[in-house]
């Protein structure tokens, strides 16, 4: 999108047609002045974010510094806990309800949410293995019971893995005993080494990984959504460029292709 462009959509776009939750957060100028955001992310971010750099520096003058992390607080390493103990960010981009809480705890500040993304789970082998069918639920379950061992995910995906998914498909004792949970990479790479044939995580994370083949999202009946939705924090030493980022995120077609060909959908 050329500078123009991104002056159209910007003021043709009024806080009447946003969300309610986008529409309490103030308009930003058209371009910020030259500088640098911190972004604390979620994982599913992670691949999207590197694509999205060269645009946020030619559109917004901005370069984004970015780290990623689990968006559940039981995690050491995640988003809630590093903004808890207050790592430098600007912008806070996690799952909606977890984003919610650190509104309510004074992280984030209230009304500046905005609903980005939605994310799938979905299933991935090591490349060159065998691709199992998963159309169907009957089908997953079967694909999981006949894997050796399974890698799920220490956040989001991995908790509805392992206390609903499973007992979904009443499979739990023939498949939990059997599946790692993995913190601090990519469920991928550890897939793509040869340590577990079947990984779980959320569609973004996997497509991301070199040496794995996507097989595809886990069904209707077995699906679980997260939305992802970014806020201000109230520790923000630009909250300026934060929230511009943030409309851009929300608004630009660019992003929404990019959200696009990583598995993601965007959230409007």
Not at 252 to 266: A, F, K, M, W, Y
Request: some cysteine; glycine content about 8%.
């Amino acid at each position: 999108m050329s500078k123009k462009a991104l002056a159209c959509w910007l003021a043709i776009f009024c806080p009447l047609a946003l969300s309610a939750a986008a529409a309490q957060a103030p308009e930003p100028a058209t371009r910020t002045r030259n500088g640098s955001i911190d972004m604390l992310a979620s994982g599913a971010f992670s691949a999207v974010n590197s694509q999205l750099e060269p645009i946020y520096r030619q559109e917004l003058g901005l370069e984004i510094n970015a780290s990623f992390g689990s968006a559940l607080y039981s995690v050491p390493t995640s988003v809630p806990r590093r903004l808890e103990r207050g790592d430098a960010a600007d912008v806070v981009l996690t799952s909606k309800d977890t984003l919610a809480q650190l509104a309510a705890k004074g992280l984030v500040v209230p009304g500046s949410q905005v609903d980005l993304m939605k994310s799938a789970l979905g299933l991935a082998v090591r490349s060159g293995s065998p691709v199992p069918e998963i159309g169907t639920e009957a089908q997953t379950a079967a694909a999981l019971l006949q894997a050796g061992s399974i890698a799920y995910s220490s956040s989001l995906s991995g908790t509805y893995y392992e206390t609903e998914m499973l007992k979904k498909m009443r499979i739990e004792d023939q498949v939990l005993p059997k599946s790692r949970k993995i913190s601090g990479e990519k469920v991928g790479a550890v897939v793509a080494r040869g340590e577990a044939e079947i990984g779980m995580q959320q569609v973004s994370e996997l497509m991301a990984v070199p040496g794995i083949v996507f097989v595809g999202k886990l069904p209707e009946s077995l699906q679980q959504y997260t939305v992802f939705s970014a806020g201000v924090a109230t520790s923000a030493k630009n909250p300026e460029g934060a929230r511009a980022l943030i409309w851009f995120l929300a608004r630009s077609p660019e992003v929404h292709q990019v959200l696009s060909r990583n598995g993601l959908e965007p959230a409007r």
